[in-house]
């Protein structure tokens, strides 16, 4: 790379968001981290990227208040200057079902795994357009090719933002790319044993789920690939194809 470039990775303390994170700044990305609850996690992960000879800065934000994202964007505006890079990843995922419907338990989802995703896209529409698109990438889930009527709000806002993804890139562009990528089972959920993600992560296909660091391949795909956008890219190893009743959390 010729010039620093600067992602903004959100949820990046941990689990996927931190392999992200990682991949990037092997490839000499500058990282704003941003994390909510995960303090320690943050800070460890900060130290990593930063060994890595890279720039990495912590953000704290709860991404289901009013504004957040606008708050987050202006915050890593102010500290680390205009950004090439946003990685939509952090997310709320709390079990309800279809025929249990709370409207509670939606709007507990909707900051985080969408109002907030769209703050901040939007606010990369307002950046000085630069040389190159700034990338918004979302991470969405496997599920939107394959309901079942689990985690009803969760995906519920997933199949927004996977909408959203095909608009905002119709209305953002030629500044901004906007592209999804939808994983499979990747990691243990909160609701699995070692054992049980070690059962369902084989069922797909090839007989194998998708890994982070073919979440993370995708990520510097979409980034080296400029001709991409308003699609999303499916990594699954074939799950979404099973027509599988229920959530992999709960087989």
Request: net charge negative; with cysteine; charged share 15%.
């Amino acid at each position: 790379m010729t010039s620093r470039k600067t992602a903004l990775v959100t949820g990046a303390a941990k689990r996927l968001g931190q392999h992200i994170a990682l991949s990037l700044a092997q490839d000499g990305w500058d990282i704003a981290l941003h994390y909510h609850q995960s303090q320690t996690d943050a800070e460890q992960t900060a130290t990593t990227l930063r060994d890595l000879g890279v720039r990495c800065e912590l953000f704290n934000a709860d991404l289901n208040q009013p504004q957040a994202g606008l708050t987050l964007m202006q915050a890593v505006h102010e500290r680390m200057g205009p950004i090439q890079a946003l990685i939509n990843n952090a997310a709320r995922f709390e079990y309800d079902h279809a025929a249990d419907f709370s409207a509670a338990c939606l709007h507990q989802h909707l900051g985080a795994n969408l109002i907030a995703p769209l703050e901040l896209i939007n606010a990369l529409g307002t950046q000085k357009p630069q040389n190159e698109p700034v990338v918004a990438i979302n991470l969405l889930d496997q599920k939107l090719w394959g309901y079942n009527p689990d985690f009803f709000s969760y995906t519920l806002c997933k199949a927004a933002l996977k909408a959203a993804t095909t608009m905002m890139a119709q209305a953002l562009a030629p500044h901004v790319r906007v592209v999804g990528i939808a994983p499979g089972l990747t990691l243990p959920s909160h609701l699995q044993s070692a054992e049980d993600f070690e059962r369902t992560h084989k069922m797909s296909l090839l007989g194998y789920g998708s890994r982070a660091e073919d979440i993370c391949r995708t990520v510097h795909y979409i980034l080296q690939t400029p001709s991409l956008t308003g699609s999303c890219i499916v990594v699954d190893a074939g799950q979404h194809l099973l027509g599988l009743q229920q959530d992999f959390s709960l087989l």
